[in-house]
């Protein structure tokens, strides 16, 4: 019996991969879901949620109070040396995720949060496998090929989410040689590749948002004339992947790039999505200068909550190399989808989901 502790709980990830490793239920001794004392009812409503869905017994999943930017992290004494004493696995998936966050904030929950988990789980005795999730956007601006051993640079990054996740994989990276680690870096995770299920329309999904309030307009420009790569995710994918890297030897003290081996550019992507919504493609081009100035002109960020930190990734040339994780995955099921056979199911999702 394995005994696991989350953090990032009741997060939409956290909870996919908890109902994923439920499917071994015989592999299971306890899970330990930290999560914030202010999200204590979205807690226990996904904790019900995963025990109406999943073969896991109350008694398995255990809620408890935390503040990764605490030293302590986990609040009750108590429970943190229980915890220590017990944990085989710790998956620090809590982060600030919104590309427009002010740095402190990303400071205190991305750099400080993961240097306190880190901490915690080098403390563990019983630990397996400390999964520490960042992202492939650690890479900034570079441009090029990135590959997965790869994380140190001097160029600039495209805003505070980006910087704060590099300088928190840094601190897991300096620990590779003392820990048994693996880093996840996903692309852009988008929804389920079967049924197009997400909890969030973020990321990918703000282009959906814009055509959505521009339909009497359509058909819609596209915006500069770079075709630049665009890596998106379902998330079943990374779950997947991520479930069987933290437990294979395989995926021990590597880096895994969870992104599309073969991604699309951003023209063709924006064409798929403008074909989908409005059957019909996208007709004439505007500037990528003419779109940024628009985007402030028209105060988009304030009226619908669409960062305008969103428009650098269609016009940053950078691939992501997956050799590492299409090697460590080698002879599994596990394959990352091919984007043009499952965004019909995300946006038919989003068109059925959305709310005015």
């Known amino acids: 019996m394995n005994h696991y502790a989350f953090t990032g709980f009741p997060g939409f990830l956290a ?3 908890i109902t994923h490793l439920a499917s071994l239920p015989n592999q299971i001794g306890t899970i330990y879901a930290l999560h914030l004392p202010t999200e204590r009812s979205g807690a226990l409503a996904l904790k019900q949620e995963l025990l109406d869905t999943t073969s896991l017994r109350d008694d398995q999943l255990v809620l408890v109070e935390a503040d990764i930017t605490l030293p302590e992290v986990v609040i009750d004494p108590i429970m943190r040396s229980v915890i220590e004493r017990e944990v085989n696995y710790v998956f620090h998936l809590a982060a600030a ?8 904030i990303g400071y205190r929950i991305n750099l400080l949060g993961t240097k306190h988990i880190t901490s915690l789980a080098k403390r563990a005795p019983q630990l397996k496998r400390y999964v520490y999730f960042s992202t492939a956007y650690v890479s900034g601006r570079r441009q090029g090929t990135v590959y997965e051993n790869e994380l140190w640079h001097r160029v600039r990054f495209k805003n505070h989410y980006e910087a704060t996740k590099y300088e928190a994989e840094a601190i897991v990276s300096r620990e590779l040689g003392s820990m048994p680690v693996t880093i996840i870096r996903p692309g852009i995770v988008i929804g389920h ?3 197009g299920e997400t909890k969030k329309f973020d990321g990918v999904y703000f282009v959906l948002k814009l055509m959505d309030q521009l339909r009497q307009a359509a058909p819609l420009p596209y915006i500069g004339r770079q075709n630049i790569e665009v890596n998106l995710v379902p998330y079943d994918y990374v779950v997947e992947a991520t479930a069987y890297l933290a437990h294979a030897p395989v995926g021990l003290k590597r880096t895994f790039h969870l992104t599309d081996p073969f991604p699309h550019g951003a ?3 924006y064409r798929m999505i403008h074909e989908e919504m ?7 081009t505007i500037p990528h200068a003419v779109a940024e100035t628009g985007f402030s002109a028209l105060h988009l960020s304030e009226r619908y909550g669409v960062p305008r930190e969103l428009l650098a990734y269609f016009k940053h040339q950078v691939h992501f190399d997956t050799t590492q994780t299409l090697r460590a995955l080698s002879g599994t099921d596990i ?3 091919d984007l043009k056979d499952y965004l019909p199911k995300v946006v038919a999702y989003y068109e059925k989901h959305k709310k005015p």
């Open 15 to 17: 909870g996919k991969i």
């Open 97 to 104: 995720y919104d590309l427009s966050i002010p740095y402190d």
């Open 193 to 195: 590749s079967e049924t």
């Open 267 to 269: 023209r063709e992507v």
């Open 278 to 284: 409005f059957g019909r493609p996208p007709r004439g």
């Open 335 to 337: 394959v990352c989808p």
